[in-house]
T-cell receptor
Framework: EAGVAQSPRYKIIEKRQSVAFWCNPISGHATLYWYQQILGQGPKLLIQFQNNGVVDDSQLPKDRFSAERLKGVDSTLKIQPAKLEDSAVYLC??????????FGNGTRLTVT | AQKITQTQPGMFVQEKEAVTLDCTYDTSDQSYGLFWYKQPSSGEMIFLIY??????QNATEGRYSLNFQKARKSANLVISASQLGDSAMYFC?????????????FGGGTRLMVKP
């Protein structure tokens, strides 16, 4: 089966600019997650979707981060405006019922 | 709240030897899942092994085994016969509740380096 697809692979922006990341989960996976992984740390959950509904977004900085999954398949994560501390790898993952999470290769964001 | 602690920032192991990566956890949930993921330098997170809190047998997957000690709240990963390709970051994670598909809380990771 095709894996979780993410794009772009790398992104460099200046602080206060906006950026968007895209994720296409494994076909049939109803649950989609966005994680933020700062260099040297473990991933931290930002938001979890079940189909097109939000299950948990308690750790999403809502003043600058937004995410959507309008048709219950693809998802986009946006940051506006970006700060230096947003530099990280943004990982998308999906799962089917009780299966373990399958992760994409991530988007490495550098904010200068 | 759940918390995962990995106390070994980095470890070396000689090729073909076994190595144990430590993981302790804290939770008030009665049912939960414990996972190990491998992250090579390329960045993808690769699922290795899963243990449910009510599973009586320790999980095994090929060269990977999970040493689950519920009373001590530890879930150590044992890699037997290390290979050069095992060099990577390893993350312990926990799900809530007893559902592999639920969101994961990760530890800080351990970097394993396999020496030839």
């Amino acid at each position: 089966e095709a894996g979780v697809a993410q794009s772009p692979r790398y992104k460099i922006i200046e602080k206060r600019q906006s950026v968007a990341f895209w994720c296409n989960p494994i076909s049939g996976h109803a649950t989609l997650y966005w994680y933020q992984q700062i260099l040297g740390q473990g991933p931290k959950l930002l938001i979890q979707f079940q189909n097109n509904g939000v299950v948990d977004d308690s750790q999403l900085p809502k003043d600058r981060f937004s995410a959507e999954r309008l048709k219950g398949v693809d998802s986009t994560l946006k940051i506006q405006p970006a700060k230096l501390e947003d530099s990280a790898v943004y990982l998308c993952a999906s799962s089917f019922r009780n299966s373990p999470l399958h992760f994409g290769n991530g988007t490495r964001l550098t904010v200068t | 709240a759940q918390k995962i602690t990995q106390t070994q920032p980095g470890m070396f192991v000689q090729e073909k030897e076994a190595v144990t990566l430590d993981c302790t956890y804290d939770t008030s949930d009665q049912s939960y899942g414990l996972f190990w993921y491998k992250q090579p330098s390329s960045g993808e997170m690769i699922f290795l092994i899963y243990q449910g809190s009510y599973d009586e047998q320790n999980a095994t997957e090929g060269r990977y085994s999970l040493n689950f000690q519920k009373a001590r709240k530890s879930a150590n990963l044992v890699i037997s016969a290390s290979q050069l390709g095992d060099s990577a970051m390893y993350f312990c994670a926990m799900s809530r509740p007893y559902d592999a598909g639920n969101m994961l809380t990760f530890g800080g990771g351990t970097r394993l380096m396999v020496k030839p």
